[in-house]
């Protein structure tokens, strides 16, 4: 069976990284932006398994869909995507709402609160979409096969279709990761905020290098 193709929404350092990895990993995949200007650097280096195209050009590509996107332009992406598009398909979300306003003693400002994840937002704005929230728990120089003391992390992942979280997982364990499923999409409540405490050794000590994992007994 020929491997599925992926769907990249975003130019910024995540979607560039994942899109990379997707290709080094032997997926075709197509990374869109509203402005194919951002992405000619990439492009030249990636490889022929790599493609660029506008947003809904990227969103009907797609078996999976990447989703990485500024946290405050999520929900307009989607819809600009198309939610019939976007029905049916797994979108990996790796948005985390950061607001427009300068982290406090290291700790980022998020437009959500503890009652509403992003996550949920875009569930309710393409309910038909298969979302799953994954890799908004890391930096981006992380989130391809990692090599850190102490071996795999752990990947915090949620979403409301279990077949789609097990395609994820599979992505992720060729990704390197070991994943948690957290559940349906009210868990990302508790997984974007993961966030903030990733990026808090990042803006004290300048400490970015370092990833999550889940131990047990
Ligand atoms: N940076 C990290 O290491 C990291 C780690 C984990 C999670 N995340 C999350 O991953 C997402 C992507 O982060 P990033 O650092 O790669 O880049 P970013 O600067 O947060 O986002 C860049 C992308 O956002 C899109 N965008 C910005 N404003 C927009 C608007 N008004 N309407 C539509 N699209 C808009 C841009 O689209 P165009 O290309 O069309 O201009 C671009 O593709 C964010 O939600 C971030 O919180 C980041």
Known sequence: MSKKRIGVIGSGPVGQVLASGFVKHGFETMVGSRDAAKLKDWAAKAGALAKTGTVQETARFGDIVVLAVKGTAAEAAVRLAGAEVLAGKVVIDTTNQIADAPPSN????????????????????????????????????????????????????????????????????????????????????????????????????????????????
């Open 106 to 217: 290291g700790v980022l400002k998020f437009f959500t609160t503890l009652d509403e994840s992003l996550l949920e937002r875009l569930q309710r704005a393409v309910p038909k979409a298969r979302f799953v929230k994954a890799f908004s728990c890391v930096g981006n120089a992380l989130m391809v096969n990692p090599k850190l003391v102490g071996g795999p992390p752990s990947m915090f992942i949620c979403g409301n279709d279990a077949d789609a979280k097990k395609e994820v997982v599979e992505i992720l364990k060729v990704f390197g990761w070991e994943t948690e499923d957290a559940g349906t999409v009210e868990a990302a409540r508790a997984i974007e905020p993961l966030c903030m405490l990733w990026c808090i050794p990042g803006f004290l000590k300048n400490d970015w290098v370092h990833a999550f994992k889940l131990l047990r007994a």
